[in-house]
């Protein structure tokens, strides 16, 4: 586990920083710049203790007006010295990896430039970024087709789910029976979701439209009775990254790296699919779980179940989808019904 530094206590400048920034890129920056400050307290240049993010500033501003001859190029130092810190950090001490410290070091660039003081990471031998693979670019053709593959019941319910709901992976095999039950046992639509985010504890509501309440029934028709505290998906997020896996190769034909079509994939084709039909973007947002500036917040948290299952309802359609399936399964359907028909044949001529 990362050490947070609870103790650690930010500048005035850096919260002021912070406080102008989004929720989300607030929340990830306060991290990094906890452990800045943590390596500045203790960082030396020429002898003296930096101590501080505003003296560090002062220091690389009044170096960088220096003329060229001159300049002591702490900014660099400070840099290359912070890389290093990175380096022993991290999970039981190891070190984080690249993109961990380049996270972290692009944190403070951010925080500098706020202050409109450049820093540059030249000549300090930052490690190189691993290239991540990219989201899978969505279509409703595609992610039909993708459901398609998807031959269970469970996991053509819990993709669809994904979908119209805009949840993380964590959250939704989180859901409960309980969550859904009033509005599904009623045949509601949309079926309001409301939630508290695992990952931010921000509270929030989401929905389900048709197809997601229509692959609930056939699948939760094949389970016993369901008691309010039953998970909607007993399974594990490694099973569920595993099995959309192997699925995302018949749908790309292979792909090297991590699943470009995998959850994570799908809930920002939510938000793409509700903004590019003119959804306002902040309502994407707070119906993901993400942690809207405080006066939305408040005007959000304020409104009912019921005043937003009508602004859902303006924006369900953009999230419609039909299953294509592929032709493997229309192959077997229709072999399964021609046996049947065979057997039913047999039957009515032996009766006669």
């Not at 007006?65 to 840099?79: D, L, S």
């Not at 690249?98 to 706020?114: D, E, H, N």
């Not at 929905?207 to 309440?213: G, M, V």
């Not at 792909?255 to 306002?280: D, E, I």
């Amino acid at each position: 586990m990362v050490t947070v530094f609870d103790d650690v206590v930010l500048d005035e400048s850096v919260e002021r920083f912070l406080a102008d920034c989004k929720p989300s890129t607030a929340l990830t920056y306060r991290s990094s710049l906890k452990h800045f400050q943590k390596f500045i307290s203790g960082f030396e240049f020429s002898g003296e203790v930096v101590g501080s993010c505003t003296r560090m500033l002062d220091l690389i501003s009044a170096d960088q007006a220096k003329p060229v001859r001159e300049k002591q190029f702490i900014a660099r130092a400070i840099m290359k010295g912070f890389k290093e810190y990175l380096e022993t950090q991290g999970f039981e001490n190891k070190g984080f990896a690249p993109k961990g410290i380049l996270t972290r070091v692009g944190a403070v660039q951010s925080f500098a430039k706020y202050y409109e003081v450049v820093i540059s990471t030249g000549y300090t031998q930052m490690p190189v970024g691993i290239v991540q693979t990219k989201s899978y670019p969505w279509s409703k053709e595609s992610f039909g087709r993708f459901i398609g593959y998807l031959e269970t019941p469970l996991y053509r319910a819990l993709e669809a789910v994904l979908y119209q709901s805009g949840l993380g992976i964590g959250d939704a095999l989180a859901l409960t029976y309980e969550v859904i039950r009033d509005d599904f046992e009623s045949g509601i639509l949309p079926i309001c979701l409301d939630l508290v985010r695992h990952k931010t504890s921000v509270p929030h509501v989401s929905f389900l439209s048709t197809e997601a309440a229509d692959l609930l029934r056939v699948y939760l028709g094949e389970r016993d009775s369901l008691a309010d505290s039953d998970l909607l998906f007993p399974i594990k997020a490694r099973s569920v990254q595993g099995y959309f896996a192997l699925r995302a190769q018949k749908l790309l034909g292979g792909y090297v790296g991590r699943n470009p079509a995998g959850p994570h994939s799908v809930r920002k084709f939510f938000r793409k699919s509700l903004v590019n039909s003119g959804c306002p973007e902040s309502y994407a947002e707070y119906w993901e779980g993400h942690n809207l500036r405080t006066d939305l917040r408040k005007t959000y948290t304020a409104m009912d179940a019921e005043e937003w299952r009508l602004e859902f309802r303006k924006y369900m359609k953009a999230l419609s989808f039909k299953i294509i399936e592929p032709d493997e399964n229309v192959a077997r359907a229709t072999k399964v019904k021609e046996s049947e028909n065979i057997v039913r044949t047999i039957k009515v001529k032996g009766g006669c």
